[in-house]
């Protein structure tokens, strides 16, 4: 797809780039991350770092920072199984989709909450397929119904199946993630193949505040070996995993995902790594999670201020909200975070589509509902163009003074390009409205997901290969 | 027929240079202008109108496509007056006293002229006492009145008045629209025909059939 750059919205002055910057280095060098995974601690220590076994804790210089920084690649492209669906994460490039991964979703048929399953790994892949504005899927809900062991390959394999976009995805053990590897290198033809069009890519984390778990570790350290596409996110939350200022928090993020990205070049040089945050804020009137604050916009625009600054592809977090229902709260929320967000010039924002209940639920209608809400977002990044053709005086001469531009070759010229059109949003007059029966945007969603889910084919694999693959690896579901 | 389709074709493109030299050619290959105009022209039109309601065509494209179909008609009108056929029929349109918006009105003129209908446009600012002499002047089939201020919606239920008192309001149907107005408005003084927007207007007009 032609990337659109934002960058309009700075949340950050240059002065306050720097300290936090600065601050981070302090975080690191001084107080240091706290590394579980005993691999990852070796390459630390092996590279230099100030290490103590006793207490897992890894000091990181700022020349080790600036090395990795340094070797990290200023841009990613994050591939799909078609070109037209290719992201190029650099610089400012805007790019917006789903996220998860969750355990509940709201039933499309019943609209009553209930636990996810492999079916519902399908029919959202399906769904976000078709949905035009979303641009990738980060694989979102979890199927309940699957042994653990299997759960990480058949998320995989049903995404693949029923999304030819960029698919990232969390994972759940190293035995899983070397799987997808392995699939998606049969799908691609071979191992450089994938290098060179990796349609999956990873996301591991690392813990707030300043710890890098055992297993995450772990699974960074292969995929970084692998070569695969990472991104690193932590969550620091205002008072809670982080202090609750919004500049004390993003001097954490800022460390602790760096703490990875500094692992990943440590382990192998040139690894597709994106500079990664999913924080948010916590309400400390209950000390709750929350996911659709206005401070949550502010912080994952100041994380992507933060990775332009070091020029390190970024993903980011927006679009969630606390609402149970479609409600006001559900699209204020969802509009405010997305357009902060997408303005500030993240390259991969995930959680935009598909989610309620302070992320914690998928929705499929949500995923309708949220697809125009992205729509419109970006069409605030893709901005004002001013050429001569767009002022038009060509028009004004052949319209003259007392006229209109209805019927003029430039209105029909520009119209479509010029507009976003809403699918769902409702500009009848009213005595219309009425008469197609007053519909809600929720139920037009509803409508709309049930006709893409009927009718929508997506590419697939072909028989041959799926079989293949199933043969290769029985664990995956028919 | 390959030219009638041609023209049907250029039509929906909104080609309003090439469609008139068409038709003109079809009426020299001696094709009747009846045919002309139903199996061309208003095949066209129909084409775009159902485009228009699938969101396919937006209101701008079917203003050029009706600009087109006003243009052949300027070549067909004396043909079918010649030969007898009917027309779709005459309208009279016009923005009530004390009203100067007419881009509303405008567009409803370009429609009815796009579904082959005879526009007679009295502009802005209309007295009730044109609107009586243009309907004993023309014959139109229908009168369509349009305000946009609340404030000078009122002379609509004049110009019906007026039409009664010439004794003229049995000859015309009187159709009215502009932002403010409601269907309840319409009836309450005594109109025919009430459209919520230009769109559906020609659609009410083709219901009020004398």
Same mark, same amino acid.
């Given at each position: 797809?032609?990337?659109?750059?934002? /960058?309009?919205? &700075? *949340?950050? #002055?240059?002065?306050?780039? +720097?300290? @936090?910057?600065?601050?981070?280095?302090? !975080?690191?060098?001084?107080?240091?991350?706290?590394?579980?995974?005993?691999?990852?601690?070796?390459?630390?220590?092996?590279?230099?770092?100030?290490?103590?076994?006793?207490?897992?804790?890894?000091?990181?210089?700022?020349?080790?920072?600036?090395?990795?920084?340094?070797?990290?690649?200023?841009?990613?492209?994050?591939?799909?199984?078609?070109?037209?669906?290719?992201?190029?994460?650099?610089?400012?490039?805007?790019?917006?989709?789903?996220?998860?991964?969750?355990?509940?979703?709201?039933?499309?048929?019943? /609209?009553?909450? &209930? *636990?996810? #399953?492999?079916?519902?790994? +399908?029919? @959202?892949?399906?769904?976000?397929?078709? !949905?035009?504005?979303?641009?990738?899927?980060?694989?979102?809900?979890?199927?309940?119904?699957?042994?653990?062991?299997?759960?990480?390959?058949?998320?995989?394999?049903?995404?693949?199946?029923?999304?030819?976009?960029?698919?990232?995805?969390?994972?759940?053990?190293?035995?899983?993630?070397?799987?997808?590897?392995?699939?998606?290198?049969?799908?691609?033809?071979?191992?450089?193949?994938?290098?060179?069009?990796?349609?999956?890519?990873?996301?591991?984390?690392?813990?707030?505040?300043?710890?890098?778990?055992?297993?995450?570790?772990?699974?960074?350290?292969?995929?970084?070996?692998?070569?695969?596409?990472?991104?690193?996110?932590?969550?620091?939350?205002?008072?809670?995993?982080?202090?609750?200022?919004?500049?004390?928090?993003?001097?954490?993020?800022?460390?602790?995902?760096?703490?990875?990205?500094?692992?990943?070049?440590?382990?192998?040089?040139?690894?597709?790594?994106?500079?990664?945050?999913?924080?948010?804020?916590?309400?400390?009137?209950?000390?709750?999670?929350?996911?659709?604050?206005?401070?949550?916009?502010?912080?994952?625009?100041?994380?992507?201020?933060?990775?332009?600054?070091?020029?390190?592809?970024?993903?980011?977090?927006?679009?969630?909200?606390?609402?149970?229902?479609?409600?006001?709260?559900?699209?204020?929320?969802?509009?405010?975070?997305?357009?902060?967000?997408?303005?500030?010039?993240?390259?991969?924002?995930?959680?935009?589509?598909?989610?309620?209940?302070?992320?914690?639920?998928?929705?499929?209608?949500?995923?309708?509902?949220?697809?125009?809400?992205?729509?419109?977002?970006?069409?605030?990044?893709?901005?004002?163009?001013?050429?001569?053709?767009?002022?038009?005086?060509?028009?004004?001469?052949?319209?003259?003074?007392?006229?209109?531009?209805?019927?003029?070759?430039?209105?029909?010229?520009?119209?479509?390009?010029?507009?976003?059109?809403?699918?769902?949003?409702?500009?009848?007059?009213?005595?219309?409205?009425?008469?197609?029966?007053?519909?809600?945007?929720?139920?037009?969603?509803?409508?709309?997901?049930?006709?893409?889910?009927?009718?929508?084919?997506?590419?697939?694999?072909?028989?041959?290969?799926?079989?293949?693959?199933?043969?290769?690896?029985?664990?995956?579901?028919? | 027929?390959?030219?009638?389709?041609?023209?049907?074709?250029?039509?929906?493109?909104?080609?309003?240079?090439?469609?008139?030299?068409?038709?003109?050619?079809?009426?020299?290959?001696?094709?009747?202008?009846?045919?002309?105009?139903?199996?061309?022209?208003?095949?066209?039109?129909?084409?775009?109108?159902?485009?228009?309601?699938?969101?396919?065509?937006?209101?701008?494209?079917?203003?050029?496509?009706?600009?087109?179909?006003?243009?052949?008609?300027?070549?067909?009108?004396?043909?079918?007056?010649?030969?007898?056929?009917?027309?779709?029929?005459?309208?009279?349109?016009?923005?009530?006293?004390?009203?100067?918006?007419?881009?509303?009105?405008?567009?409803?003129?370009?429609?009815?002229?796009?579904?082959?209908?005879?526009?007679?446009?009295?502009?802005?600012?209309?007295?009730?006492?044109?609107?009586?002499?243009?309907?004993?002047?023309?014959?139109?089939?229908?009168?369509?009145?349009?305000?946009?201020?609340?404030?000078?919606?009122?002379?609509?239920?004049?110009?019906?008045?007026?039409?009664?008192?010439?004794?003229?309001?049995?000859?015309?149907?009187?159709?009215?629209?502009?932002?403010?107005?409601?269907?309840?408005?319409?009836?309450?003084?005594?109109?025919?025909?009430?459209?919520?927007?230009?769109?559906?207007?020609?659609?009410?007009?083709?219901?009020?059939?004398?």
């Amino acid at each position: 797809m032609k990337a659109i750059p934002g /960058g309009q919205y &700075r *949340p950050l #002055t240059d002065e306050g780039i +720097r300290r @936090i910057h600065e601050s981070s280095l302090t !975080l690191l060098s001084e107080i240091g991350v706290e590394v579980h995974s005993r691999l990852a601690f070796e390459v630390f220590r092996q590279r230099g770092a100030t290490c103590d076994p006793a207490k897992k804790l890894v000091k990181i210089s700022r020349a080790m920072v600036e090395d990795a920084v340094a070797k990290a690649p200023k841009r990613v492209v994050l591939c799909g199984r078609e070109e037209k669906h290719d992201l190029y994460c650099e610089g400012k490039n805007v790019h917006m989709g789903t996220g998860g991964t969750v355990l509940n979703v709201i039933d499309l048929e019943t /609209g009553a909450k &209930r *636990p996810t #399953t492999l079916k519902d790994v +399908r029919d @959202i892949a399906r769904l976000c397929d078709a !949905l035009e504005n979303v641009h990738f899927m980060v694989l979102p809900v979890y199927p309940n119904d699957l042994p653990p062991e299997d759960v990480d390959l058949n998320r995989f394999h049903s995404s693949i199946l029923n999304c030819s976009k960029h698919l990232m995805g969390g994972i759940y053990t190293l035995q899983g993630t070397l799987d997808i590897i392995r699939m998606a290198e049969r799908i691609a033809g071979s191992p450089k193949a994938l290098r060179e069009r990796p349609f999956v890519s990873f996301i591991t984390c690392v813990v707030s505040p300043l710890k890098m778990d055992d297993l995450y570790g772990d699974i960074l350290y292969h995929v970084a070996k692998a070569g695969m596409p990472v991104a690193i996110p932590a969550e620091p939350l205002t008072g809670a995993t982080a202090p609750v200022t919004i500049a004390g928090l993003l001097t954490g993020l800022h460390a602790e995902t760096l703490s990875g990205v500094v692992l990943t070049q440590l382990v192998n040089p040139g690894t597709p790594v994106l500079y990664a945050c999913t924080a948010t804020s916590t309400d400390l009137r209950t000390m709750g999670y929350v996911s659709g604050s206005v401070e949550m916009g502010l912080i994952n625009a100041g994380a992507a201020a933060m990775a332009q600054y070091l020029n390190l592809p970024n993903y980011t977090t927006a679009g969630m909200s606390d609402a149970k229902v479609v409600d006001a709260q559900n699209g204020y929320e969802k509009a405010v975070t997305d357009v902060l967000v997408a303005l500030s010039g993240s390259n991969f924002i995930h959680d935009a589509a598909g989610l309620v209940e302070f992320a914690s639920t998928a929705s499929y209608k949500q995923y309708v509902i949220d697809n125009e809400i992205i729509g419109m977002a970006m069409r605030a990044v893709r901005g004002i163009e001013v050429t001569d053709e767009t002022i038009a005086l060509d028009a004004y001469r052949r319209v003259g003074p007392g006229g209109n531009f209805l019927a003029d070759p430039h209105t029909i010229l520009w119209m479509r390009r010029e507009h976003y059109l809403p699918k769902l949003s409702d500009r009848q007059l009213r005595i219309n409205w009425e008469k197609a029966g007053s519909p809600t945007v929720e139920e037009k969603a509803v409508a709309a997901a049930k006709r893409i889910l009927k009718d929508h084919k997506p590419l697939g694999l072909s028989r041959e290969l799926n079989d293949s693959l199933r043969a290769q690896f029985p664990g995956i579901r028919p | 027929m390959e030219l009638l389709e041609k023209i049907s074709e250029e039509l929906q493109n909104g080609n309003f240079i090439d469609v008139p030299k068409l038709t003109q050619e079809a009426l020299v290959q001696g094709i009747s202008p009846a045919v002309i105009l139903s199996d061309a022209l208003v095949a066209g039109m129909d084409v775009v109108g159902e485009k228009f309601r699938r969101d396919e065509l937006f209101m701008p494209e079917v203003l050029i496509a009706a600009k087109a179909m006003q243009a052949a008609m300027a070549v067909l009108r004396p043909k079918l007056i010649e030969t007898g056929a009917e027309t779709a029929g005459t309208i009279v349109i016009g923005t009530i006293q004390g009203d100067l918006h007419d881009i509303g009105k405008n567009l409803v003129g370009m429609l009815f002229e796009g579904a082959g209908y005879q526009v007679i446009d009295l502009g802005v600012d209309v007295a009730p006492g044109r609107f009586v002499e243009a309907v004993r002047t023309h014959k139109p089939d229908i009168a369509g009145l349009s305000a946009l201020l609340t404030t000078t919606m009122p002379r609509m239920r004049e110009v019906i008045e007026s039409l009664v008192e010439a004794g003229l309001r049995g000859s015309v149907k009187v159709m009215v629209g502009g932002a403010p107005v409601t269907e309840k408005f319409a009836r309450d003084i005594g109109a025919d025909g009430y459209s919520p927007d230009a769109a559906s207007a020609v659609e009410k007009a083709r219901t009020l059939k004398p």
